[in-house]
């Protein structure tokens, strides 16, 4: 499975702002907005922050935002708060071979 | 509220066999797409296998294909996993994942998979 790209870590101070890449081709992030971001916290079930690039689903705080450039797509989360402290997966629509759907290779978001 | 309820894992020999289960809740579970994700340790996340509503297609990960077999049964809001020849790189968390219309939505907590060689 092709990766999307994301850098391994990231990091911040309480109330700064962290923006993580996410780096596909015209063949997935350029191509669909189904663009996601899950957030993963040790444990518990990996919940979806971002949905079709941009949006968020009901209950995520508008703290987290989506954006896409060409075939990056980026997360920001600003006003870092302790909880944030989780690592974060990008996943795009792909539809090559049996495959629907590929996910980023993962950052580490720290809160210093 | 949407629950995903992961079962089976556990510690298999290399070659075993193990079947997971998802037990789902609080959606309309026949309408909806499943998949099963894994996270192996200190990776990332790794797609397994999809079926669509109603079985009609079943997809899997070339690293799976001819091993596992992924299997619904509706009137129990259950998901399955066949696995079968299991080796050590099968060793992770696999997630039960809802896909939506735009992508993944929902999942489940996991269950943990050893393979022990």
């Known amino acids: 499975q092709s990766a999307l790209t994301q850098p391994p870590s990231a990091s911040g101070s309480p109330g700064q702002s962290v923006t993580i890449s996410c780096t596909g081709t015209s063949s997935d992030v350029g191509a669909y907005n189904y663009v996601s971001w899950f957030q993963l916290h040790p444990g518990r079930a990996p919940k979806l922050i971002i949905y079709e690039v941009t949006k968020r689903p009901s209950g995520v705080p508008d703290r987290f935002s989506g954006s896409r450039s060409g075939n990056t797509a980026s997360l920001t989360v600003s006003g870092l708060q302790a909880e944030d402290e989780a690592d974060y997966f990008c996943s795009s629509y792909a539809n090559r071979n049996n495959l629907r759907f590929v996910f980023g290779t993962g950052t580490k978001v720290t809160v210093l | 509220e949407v629950q995903l309820v992961e079962s089976g894992g556990g510690l298999v020999q290399r070659g075993g066999s193990l079947r997971l289960s998802c037990a789902a809740s609080?959606?309309?579970?026949?309408?909806?797409?499943m998949n099963w994700v894994r996270q192996a340790p200190g990776k990332g996340l790794e797609w397994v296998s999809y079926?669509?509503?109603?079985?009609?297609?079943?997809y899997y990960a070339d690293s799976v294909k001819g091993r596992f077999t992924i299997s619904r049964d509706d009137a129990k809001n259950s998901l399955y996993l066949q696995m079968n020849s299991l080796r050590a790189e099968d060793t992770a968390i696999y997630y039960c994942?809802?896909?939506?219309?735009?992508?993944?939505?929902?999942w489940g907590q996991g269950t943990l998979v050893t393979v022990s060689s």
């Open positions: 994942v809802r896909e939506g219309f735009s992508g993944y939505d929902f």
């Open positions: 079926i669509s509503s109603s079985s009609s297609a079943m």
């Open positions: 609080g959606f309309s579970f026949s309408t909806y797409s």
